[in-house]
């Protein structure tokens, strides 16, 4: 799974891709990819060409990815682990649209998303947890 996903202070747009037949939500899972791989992942119409590669710009410039050249190709790959892309951006997220609170996060959170009783105790056992360890 090669994955790409630009967020903004707008909205979050997500270049998703499959590869290896199966699609997650979280970013970089892929070792290695070339642009006609993450072209070939998308269902039709597909993305432009020059779409994926702004993104793959942008991931490169912000440290998230690389490339290597192969003759006139780039296969690219990750520099960062899924973890901690997935945290830096849902610390970004809280930052941005949460006034950097988790309270106000949490809140929206199970507020508004349609959790059943036993996924709130969990959520619950969760931070239970990690107050034990402070």
Known sequence: MFYVCRVNSKNVEHAV????????EYPMEAKKA?????LDAYPEPRPATTTIATLLKRMQDKGFVAYKSLGRSREYYPLVKKKDYFSKHVNGLIKNFFNDSASQFASFFTQETDLSKTELEELKKLIDNEIKKK
């Open 17 to 24: 891709v499959k590869i290896g037949g199966r699609t997650d």
């Open 34 to 38: 070339f642009m006609k791989d993450l």
